[in-house]
């Protein structure tokens, strides 16, 4: 069982800066496949950014060259900085895990979630 919480989101200004941290419980973090994925009101979760195991990286095609997934392992923990941040940006951003040895974009192979943390991006 894994128990993730995410923290870092806010209202930031177009063109603005957040990092986004998700910590998670237990001894085994360091084996799975960290995602983060977002909702806006009226869409479905889309896929943002994975981290593997090996620390191979993955992420959107809207976020790219804006957005970096990282991870401590000594702290069991998966960060997201978003920079560049666009009004589009906003929405429920949300840490996941999965067993997959490698980076998935698949809302279904993620086996734990956290709660969700609000990001809105407006003037």
């Known amino acids: 069982q894994v128990q993730l919480v995410e923290t870092g989101g806010g209202l930031v200004l177009p063109g603005g800066s957040l990092r986004l941290s998700c910590a998670a419980s237990?001894?085994?973090?360091?084996?799975?496949?960290m995602g983060w994925f977002r909702q806006a009101p009226g869409k479905e979760r889309e896929f943002v950014a994975a981290?593997?195991?090996?620390?191979?990286?993955d992420a959107s095609d809207s976020v790219k060259g804006r957005f970096t997934i990282s991870r401590d392992n000594a702290k069991n923990t998966v960060y997201l900085q978003m920079n560049s941040l666009k009004p589009e940006d906003t929405a429920v951003y949300y840490c996941?895990?999965?067993?997959?040895?490698?980076?998935?974009?698949?809302?279904?192979?993620?086996?734990?979630w956290g709660q969700g943390t609000q990001v809105t991006v407006s003037s």
């Open positions: 981290i593997s195991r090996t620390f191979s990286t």
């Open positions: 996941a895990a999965s067993s997959y040895y490698r980076t998935t974009q698949r809302v279904r192979e993620y086996n734990y």
């Open positions: 237990g001894r085994t973090f360091d084996s799975y496949t």
